[in-house]
């Protein structure tokens, strides 16, 4: 057995909903229902691996067989829902931040350990007073202090969070020199919030869209044809735990688990669409793998 981390970082608003709902949002997206943190489950992030993966001979191999044939063997992966480890929040210094908290923090150094990843920062942070926050740099410091949306923290630099910043910076992030502002960003504008504050951000900063269907013959608004739908932001980062195995196909190719693990690496790099709304550019990723 292998396990890995995938970061996934929003280049474009992610939408993986849950279907219509009687709340204020028409669309909402998925979330998990203890923490209300935003996911996308793992059978989306597993079903848009799959549909992208460029070497389609192995893909039955890895992913499982078609549906009418799912009973011959199972696939030798399962991946873990994706779940939030940063999320983009408008800032009075620095135009946004980073923030994260120490839940999100910490569950990804649970699964980082599990893939047995050298070299860790320490990412276990005790839960801070509700005012309180703690910062990478200065990058979003507001003279002792931070504020985000309508709302302040009093903040002050952490060097255990600087090296976390650091860290996901060379590793959580893509390599290509494209991405080289937004790995200075993280460094120098991760803010790590209470617990509480963190969850109420990601319950209420994600992006909301208005639709509306036109009438051909009177370009007016169809009756009825009236709705909103959530989006995670661009700029948000999740991570995903996935796990390769031996193959279970009877005249497998790829052998052993770090056989299965490379092939993903190998082919499933770049870019990913995640989520719905694929014709209107929404839920474009740019993917990371960690081993």
């Known amino acids: 057995m292998k396990s890995l981390v995938l970061f996934m970082y929003t280049e474009s608003p992610l939408h993986a909903g849950t279907g219509s709902s009687v709340s204020t949002v028409d669309l909402p997206i998925q979330r998990e229902r203890a923490t209300q943190f935003p996911i996308v489950q793992g ?64 569950r990804l150094g649970r699964d980082l350990k599990a893939a047995q990843i050298n070299n860790l920062p320490d990412l276990n942070f005790p839960d801070l007073k509700d005012s309180e926050a703690l910062l990478s740099g200065n990058g979003v410091d507001a003279g002792g202090s931070v504020v985000l949306e309508e709302f302040a923290f009093s903040a002050k630099t952490d060097p255990k969070l600087s090296k976390a910043a650091q860290w996901l910076a060379e590793n959580a992030f893509p390599s ?28 209420n900063s994600t992006e909301i869209t208005t639709h509306v269907k036109i009438k051909i013959e009177t370009k007016t608004v169809q009756d009825g044809a009236l709705w909103t739908s959530e989006s995670l932001p661009p700029d948000a980062l999740l991570s995903s735990h996935v796990v390769a195995r031996k193959p279970r196909a009877p005249k497998s190719t790829l052998g052993d688990a770090d056989k299965i693990a490379g092939w993903l690496m190998e082919n499933l790099s770049g870019y990913l669409q995640l989520g719905g709304d694929e014709t209107t550019g929404q839920g474009v990723v740019a993917l990371q793998w960690v081993k």
């Open 43 to 106: 059978s989306g992030v597993k079903g848009a691996l799959r549909s992208q993966a460029k070497d389609e001979s192995k893909v039955s191999e890895v992913f499982g067989p078609e549906t009418n044939t799912a009973s011959d063997h199972a696939g030798a992966i399962s991946v873990g829902e994706a779940r939030i480890v940063l999320f983009p929040v408008r800032s009075l210094v620095g135009v946004f931040a980073y923030v994260t908290s120490p839940l999100a923090l910490a």
């Open 176 to 203: 290509d020199s494209v991405y080289q502002y937004w790995r200075e960003k993280v460094k120098s504008s991760l803010v790590l919030l209470p617990d509480n504050a963190f969850r109420d951000f990601v319950l």
